[in-house]
């Protein structure tokens, strides 16, 4: 087959796949014809001197000819391809580390180099949707052991960039996940920041949840910054709080996420290399990790927490981290925010010290912040939440995130839903119990992460006493068809926020 009798001519179709490169062809094209390419086959596609690996999938219509092809947007986007470019297809060469996945699967010990291969080419972009789903079900739940996370931590620092501060202590910290609202982290750095530690903070978005602390700081500056700008942000501010996604720090683990995401997929030892290897690559070395442990949170129990708690002290000493391993209350949602937007009001009401500010968020970003600064060094042991609470309450923590977002690119107003519907008590009496997971579920439902606006806001924490017909939460939407989505699932779960006696 020659060269020529490969090429076909892009026509611009305009669909979009998320991450995942696409090429769309006709059955009867020369090229499928030829090859004998199918659905989901992988493919080399190649434009002037850029080439990518693109799954294909076949259109049955005249939207396009016989002689053209479609890509997808993200397809498009990296391969630099307009209108009536010409596209060269071939069959993509063999992929030799599913293999080694399809050993996993089996259920087989995974080696360091076999880790590494699958990590290099999960970076490269090899491994379409479907390899991807098959790697992170094999590796689900428990099914990876020690030695296998250290391998996964390495491998996924090695397949990126690494940042260097040529200096020490550079600390960070990270929440497990699990908890709505658990948003400390930017008065977290704020705190750390102005009392003269270096947080440069790379944050993820979502993966299960209703917002991750990428999309809740985005709804306030600029989170999707160079390399280039972190540094001269971190240099001169001593902190930052952007998306992690947007520089090549571990660039598998933000792959692997969009998939965990899609499959509402949780797995320890990923979730234990994810996070190691974003601090590592970063340029950290000390890093106080918070791990809410409640019987609807994702540690739902102190021995499930005791055990994590150990992995994630192993493996961090495995690739050079300090680390200190915080159990914290998780039986109910953080703050009133549940959502992007709905979180950073409650993070601005915190560090601006509103009345009516949500106490509890409060008082656990300044106990993480405390642990962080005993850990680094910067106060005795024993400090560290007084120190911490002397900098949020007298105003120089609002002055150093003000300063953040400034340099960051700008201080904006996180926006607000159009549609909201209150959830009420049925009768009067004690909250005694909350669902976490039903409670992000129903966020989501209503718009969140995606829709920045939506999410819940939260009226009644543990223990409060209510009346009946007293709003227990509130449902932030931004279309009507997302507000009654999430309506109606709460129809199907009525006890989410249980009411006892009084």
Known sequence: MTETANVLCLRWLGIDTGREAVIYMRPDCPVCRSEGFGVHARVRVRAGDRSIIATVNIIRSDALGEHEAGLSETAAQMLNAQEGTSLTVHHAPALESLSAVRTKIYGHRLRENSLHDIVRDIASGLYSDVHLSAFVAACAGTNLDRDEMVFLTRAMIDAGDRLDWGRTPIVDKHCVGGLPGNRTTPIIVAIVAAAGLIMPKTSSRAITSPAGTADTMETIAPVALSPDAIRRIVEKEGGCIVWGGAIRLSPADDILIRVERALDLDSEGQLIASVLSKKAAAGSTHVVLD???????????????????????????????????????????????????????????????????????????????????????????????????????????????????????????????????????????????????????????????????AGIEFHAPLDTLVDRGDPLFTIHAETPGELAYAREFLEAHPNIVKVGGA
């Open 291 to 453: 791990l809410p442990t409640g019987a609807t949170a994702k540690i739902r129990s102190p021995e499930a927490a005791k055990t994590l708690s150990d992995h994630l002290i192993a493996v961090a000493g495995s690739v050079g981290l300090t680390v200190r391993a915080v159990v914290t209350d998780g039986s109910q949602p953080v703050g009133r925010g549940i959502g992007p937007a709905l979180e950073a009001r409650d993070v601005l009401a915190v560090l601006r010290g509103e009345a009516g500010a949500p106490i509890d968020l409060g008082k656990r970003a300044a106990s993480l912040a405390g642990e962080l600064l005993e850990l680094a060094g910067a106060v005795a042991t024993g400090e560290g939440l007084n120190t911490a609470l002397a900098i949020l309450s007298d105003g120089r923590a609002w002055r150093k995130f003000e300063a953040i977002c400034e340099a960051q690119g700008g201080m904006r107003t996180p926006p607000i839903a159009g549609h909201r519907y209150d959830i009420k008590a049925l009768r009067p009496g004690r909250v005694e119990y909350i669902d976490n997971r039903l409670l992000a579920r129903t966020a989501k439902l209503a718009g969140a992460p995606f829709a920045p606006a």
